[in-house]
């Protein structure tokens, strides 16, 4: 909200609080982000209007206000820090929620699951647990009263209209207080408000998270106060179907049920208090966690609560019945007589008091004389006009006329105002053919449609539009839902198709895919479905969710070089992985014996299955030296290089004069060396 023009901004109250921003304004206050200059900390600052300031009864509810939520200690009701009054305007220091309303949830996300429906309705049911236990009933429970901050903390706030239990003014006034969408019964019809007032307010919440619609709706909200006294609310199950509105998740029965004992009409059989909601809430969420979104019939039978046939409570302002006066008899038209009407009444004849009683007069011819003087001077009862015969009969028809009027426009309006009305009658759970009887009898026409029913059997009716107890038109037409009875799909075969073909195989039958599983598979081809968790032809609710095992296709496994390494162990750990292994031998000069020269393929990835080759050494290749005695220096040179081995000439003795002639060699003929070694020979 832009606080550009709003005087207070910049301003510190009390030498204290300094207000930054505006954050909203209602009818009593507007709401500020301010700074606690002392504590150095944001806090909210609810500071009355100034065209309030002089009304008392305005003062005393902001005053209330404080004091109601200062006795509450709860971490999910606002906390509040201080009060007073600056430049004579009351003012309420609290906790500052940095968040949003619950409205706004309800607006961006709802129809909530039951799961997140059930965790925010656990924390306003404990708010409302502990202000109860604290004898404090706070009688405007709604969406915008309840603060969702960014990291997820819920506070109750707006206490303005709450009451100590007991106290004087908690009696009802005959004007509505809270908010008509959110009032429960008994508050309509003047009665005292309590804790279970708040409970039922809880539930209409609890109703439009789940729906994301109010239960009663109406062009004004005398019309929305007159169904939620007359027309009970309904499951928030069947809202969704009358909707048409199609949820990835079921509502549970025993959810169903939580809201309808929230929010029973008779508030004697309505959950008694925020503690027994509070009880109610944590068995469903317990419930929810540990079977999911099933049925419990059992838990369900214990929430919901015994249905009262008939009206519970009084309606609201009843119109008073159109008066019917007793007009006087021909001769007494000149007596006078005067309408008294009191409130809350009907409105009554009343004429003043008669005179003494007095013989009956006679009979006209009898009671006059020639020159029309009376015979008698006894008080007459009627004063005897003295018109012509003519003119009182004119009188007397004219008097007929108004009777026969005024019986017309009684008529005509009881048959405008109530007699055109007819009741819808309860269709719901009957077959077809009995609810078709039941409309007729009520005059009213059937026009039916056909939908799938989880709980209503086929051929029985799911629902009515208009609804049970509604007031309508004779002749009007209901339109009704015909049960067709539970939905179900034929599971087709996936297995051996494609993960695209699966999916559409089952969006062609309303199904879905659920959990993914992929795994290595040496056979099929990566993508291919493996396994599906319902077997082929089960008959499946729509969008039931079916899990799927798909193929990755062949496993790659890593290569190891294991080049120089022995050849035993390259093949145990080639075989663990699933490599067949074949092993070639040779010689080699530098490779020991055992050891691997080469291996192919030396690194990368391949398959379970596929060939590794391996060359094992076998050592080098041992060659004897041969004898080159007496051999000329090149003769035996070359005889040794031919023979596989490196020569260094060395001399034999320090003879002055060198032969050139071969000593021998080291090492000695008929010695193995390996091919290439070296051996030295030598010279005399």
Do not use: C
């Not at 019986?407 to 078709?436: C, D, F, I, K």
């Not at 799911?462 to 209901?478: C, E, F, K, N, Q």
């Amino acid at each position: 909200m832009n606080s550009t023009f709003d005087p207070l901004v910049g301003q510190v109250l009390d030498d204290r609080y300094e207000i930054v921003a505006k954050v909203a304004r209602g009818g009593m206050a507007t709401v500020y982000r301010a700074r606690d200059l002392r504590l150095s900390r944001v806090v909210a600052l609810k500071v009355m209007r100034t065209d309030l300031g002089d009304d008392d009864e305005f003062v005393a509810k902001f005053d209330r206000e404080a004091r109601s939520a200062a006795v509450l200690s709860h971490p999910n009701v606002v906390s509040i820090f201080d009060q007073g009054t600056a430049k004579g305007q009351p003012y309420i220091v609290m906790e500052y929620v940095d968040g949003e309303t619950l409205r706004r949830v309800i607006s961006r996300e709802a129809p909530l699951t039951p799961e997140r429906a059930l965790a925010l309705l656990e924390d306003i049911a404990s708010a409302l647990a502990a202000a109860h236990e604290s004898g404090v009933v706070h009688r405007d429970i709604k969406p915008e009263n309840v603060l969702i901050s960014h990291r997820g903390q819920l506070k109750v706030v707006d206490f303005g209209l709450a009451r100590r239990v007991g106290s004087p003014q908690m009696t009802a006034t005959g004007v509505l207080v809270g908010t008509a969408s959110y009032l429960p019964p008994e508050l309509v019809t003047h009665s005292r408000p309590d804790a279970r007032s708040d409970v039922y307010s809880a539930g209409v919440m609890l109703f439009e998270l789940l729906t994301g619609t109010k239960p009663h709706t109406g062009e004004n909200n005398y019309q929305i106060a007159y169904r939620h006294v007359n027309v009970d609310v309904p499951r928030p199950s069947e809202r969704l179907r009358d909707l048409g509105r199609r949820t990835p998740w079921h509502i549970p029965d025993y959810v169903d049920a939580l809201v309808l004992a929230a929010t029973a009409r008779d508030p004697d059989k309505r959950l008694a208090d925020g503690q027994h909601l509070l009880g109610a809430v944590r068995r469903a969420r317990r419930e929810l966690e540990s079977s999911g979104l099933a049925d419990n019939p059992s838990l369900a039978s214990e929430f919901e609560p015994e249905r009262s046939g008939g009206n519970l409570t009084q309606p609201i302002a009843p119109r008073p019945e159109r008066p019917r006066p007793t007009y006087p008899s021909p001769a007494a038209h000149h007596e006078s007589s005067q309408w008294r009407h009191e409130p809350g009444r009907h409105p009554t004849p009343t004429t003043p008091p008669s005179p003494a009683r007095t013989p009956a007069s006679p009979s006209l011819p009898e009671r006059r004389r020639p020159g029309g003087a009376p015979q008698g001077q006894r008080t007459p009862v009627f004063h005897l006009s003295q018109e012509p015969i003519h003119r009182r009969r004119r009188g007397f028809l004219a008097l007929v006329l108004v009777l026969l009027l005024t019986a017309g426009v009684g008529t005509g309006s009881w048959w405008w105002m109530s007699g055109r009305y007819t009741t819808v009658p309860a269709l719901a759970n009957q077959p077809e053919a009995a609810a078709s009887a039941a409309a007729s009898q009520a005059q009213l026409k059937l026009d039916s449609s056909t939908q799938h029913s989880e709980d209503v059997p086929a051929g029985q009716i799911i629902s009515s539009d208009p609804r049970p107890g509604a007031r309508v038109l004779r002749d009007s037409t209901v339109l009704v839902v015909v049960s067709l009875g539970p939905e179900r799909f034929s599971m087709p075969s996936i297995v051996g198709k494609t993960l695209d073909e699966a999916r559409a195989a089952l969006a062609e039958v309303t199904l879905r895919p659920g959990t993914i599983e992929e795994v290595w598979d040496e056979e099929a081809p990566a993508g291919q479905v493996l396994k599906a968790s319902q077997a082929p032809d089960a008959q499946l609710k729509r969008g039931t969710a079916i899990d799927l095992v798909v193929s990755k296709g062949r496993e790659p496994i890593t290569v190891n070089d294991y080049t120089g390494r022995d050849v035993a162990t390259a093949r145990k750990e080639l075989t663990a992985a699933g490599f067949q292994v074949e092993v070639a031998q040779e010689h080699h000069a530098s490779v020991p014996k055992g050891s691997v020269i080469s291996q192919d393929p030396k690194s990368g990835t391949k398959h379970r299955g596929d060939t590794i080759e391996l060359v094992e050494s076998l050592g080098p290749v041992m060659v004897e030296v041969p004898d080159v005695r007496y051999k000329s220096t090149d003769d035996a040179t070359k005889i040794l290089e031919d023979a596989g081995f490196q020569v260094e000439v060395r001399r034999a003795n320090d003879f002055p004069l060198p032969l050139n002639i071969a000593a021998g060699t080291e090492p000695e003929a008929g010695s193995k060396l390996p091919e290439g070694a070296k051996v030295v020979l030598l010279i005399s």
